[in-house]
């Protein structure tokens, strides 16, 4: 089977098609909320995007040739588009207005803020949640800017934000995070450096960019595929391959603590699309151990760890998980969420600062009712969940997994999950 688009890289692919001169054409977009938002974003601000059969087009301006938006940008649930987008409105001589929904905007947005007001962006009334104002500048400064924590949004709005300047900008990175925006800005045209400094990584780009149109090719997203290989290492009998997934070391993490719980992993047909490495992944269940995750994992699957405490319920002893501060600042506090359904299952977890202790047995009760706090990954793991609990595991909401996997209960339907409701609750 397959799962849809890459959302990161369908971000990434609209916004540098925007930035570019000519046509860019993209097969493969992820048409969930949180992208198409990003689409309408940068059509209002002056981009036409259209669908064309299979393929979506975008008609580039150019870097610092949008124009003024005559609305507000809303984008819905989207942290990634809303930081992402702050790094090219700063470029541009611009008033903007931007809006999210209620789960958006408790979300603090002053870490990407801070490098992108020293290049000359202002940010009317000095607020950093959003409904922000924000006021950009056809004559940027360039900056050396040290990621105070590993961040590939901050360090994506940052480059993209060097586009516009003149100079060159250089973001400095203490641990790696995903690389999508360097590989997507060399396919784009764009001068990039990347250098080892000890154990520093330094990415510099060369300002007042000329990007050129390009063919993109959006690989099936890991992190959506992770929900089917979960439910595929913990359901008796299961054999799943997910077809086209991206590989990007940088976004494989949960995969390899599957592997290190005991789990049969394995990549098979391996190749390189549109600069990124992609493999069809097979899952197989077999009975699974708890292990220690050491938090320099953190940033190759931060998105997957609600998904990894689920497994970890499941998996003989305990699991650690550590280095999970950016779990409290996602969509929802992740980390105490997944601790709730977790423990409203009655599975034993415990959070210790920016720790997670799961401990794990054969059997999971299951039969708890989990609040999602409008998370779509919350909702998404304890459905999993649900799928090899003793008992049916009901989540208050579904209508938010629209953001990024729209079609998340039709394909586990496909390989024989069953779904019903509990006094009008999905479980």
């Known amino acids: 089977m397959r799962v849809p688009g890459d959302k990161s890289i369908s971000h990434r692919a609209l916004m540098l098609g925007a930035l570019s001169t000519g046509v860019t054409r993209l097969r493969g977009l992820l048409e969930a909320e949180d992208v198409l938002n990003t689409a309408k974003a940068l059509a209002a601000l002056g981009a036409p995007i259209e669908k064309v059969g299979g393929e979506w087009r975008v008609t580039g301006r150019g870097v610092g040739g949008l124009r003024q938006p005559t609305g507000v940008l809303d984008?819905?649930?989207?942290?990634?588009?809303?930081?992402?987008?702050?790094?090219?409105?700063?470029?541009?001589?611009?008033?903007?207005?931007?809006?999210?929904?209620?789960?958006?905007?408790?979300?603090?947005?002053?870490?990407?803020?801070?490098?992108?007001?020293?290049?000359?962006?202002?940010?009317?009334?000095?607020?950093?949640?959003?409904p922000l104002i924000a006021r950009g500048s056809a004559n940027l400064v360039p900056i050396s800017y040290a990621l105070p924590v590993p961040s590939a949004q901050v360090k994506s709005a940052v480059l993209l934000a060097g586009l516009h300047a003149a100079g060159e900008t250089t973001v400095i990175e203490a641990a790696a995070t995903r690389d999508h925006t360097?590989?997507?800005?060399?396919?784009?045209?764009?001068?990039?450096?990347?250098?080892?400094?000890?154990?520093?990584t330094h990415i510099t780009v060369k300002g007042e960019a000329e990007l050129q149109g390009r063919d993109v090719v959006v690989p099936a997203d890991p992190s959506s595929a992770a929900f089917l290989?979960?439910?595929?290492?913990?359901?008796?009998?299961?054999?799943v391959t997910i077809e086209g997934v991206l590989v990007n070391p940088t976004r494989t993490g949960f995969y390899e603590v599957l592997r290190e719980m005991g789990g049969e992993v394995a990549f098979t047909a391996e190749r390189d699309e549109g600069g990124e490495?992609?493999?069809?992944?097979?899952?197989?269940?077999?009975?699974?151990?708890?292990v220690k995750v050491p938090a320099h994992r953190a940033p190759s699957m931060i998105d997957e760890y609600p998904i990894l405490a689920v497994v970890a319920a499941f998996a003989e002893g305990e699991t650690h998980m550590e280095g999970l501060a950016e779990l409290k600042v996602k969509e929802s506090d992740r980390l105490a969420a997944t601790v709730a359904g977790l423990t409203a299952n009655?599975?034993?977890?415990?959070?210790?600062?920016?720790?997670?202790?799961?401990?794990?047995?054969?059997?999971?009760?299951?039969?708890?009712?989990?609040?999602?706090?409008?998370?779509?990954?919350?909702?998404?793991?304890?459905?999993?969940?649900?799928?090899?609990?003793?008992d049916p595991v009901t989540?208050?909401?579904?209508?938010?997994?629209?953001?990024s996997f729209p079609e998340f209960l039709t394909l586990m339907e496909s390989i024989g999950a069953r779904f019903g409701t509990s006094a009008g609750r999905p479980r």
């Open 277 to 290: 490495p992609v493999a069809d992944i097979r899952v197989r269940h077999v009975p699974l151990t708890g």
């Open 75 to 130: 984008f819905g649930n989207s942290g990634t588009g809303t930081r992402l987008m702050l790094g090219i409105i700063a470029g541009h001589d611009m008033t903007v207005e931007l809006t999210g929904d209620a789960s958006l905007s408790r979300r603090p947005m002053g870490r990407v803020l801070g490098p992108l007001q020293q290049m000359g962006l202002e940010i009317e009334g000095g607020r950093d949640r959003l």
């Open 229 to 239: 290989a979960a439910a595929a290492a913990l359901v008796p009998g299961s054999d």
């Open 346 to 390: 009655g599975v034993v977890a415990v959070a210790e600062g920016d720790t997670l202790t799961v401990r794990g047995s054969r059997v999971v009760r299951g039969g708890g009712t989990v609040a999602t706090h409008l998370d779509h990954r919350i909702a998404m793991a304890f459905l999993t969940m649900g799928l090899a609990s003793r």
């Open 395 to 403: 989540v208050d909401d579904t209508t938010m997994v629209a953001t």
């Open 182 to 200: 360097e590989r997507m800005l060399r396919h784009f045209g764009a001068e990039l450096c990347v250098e080892q400094s000890g154990a520093k």
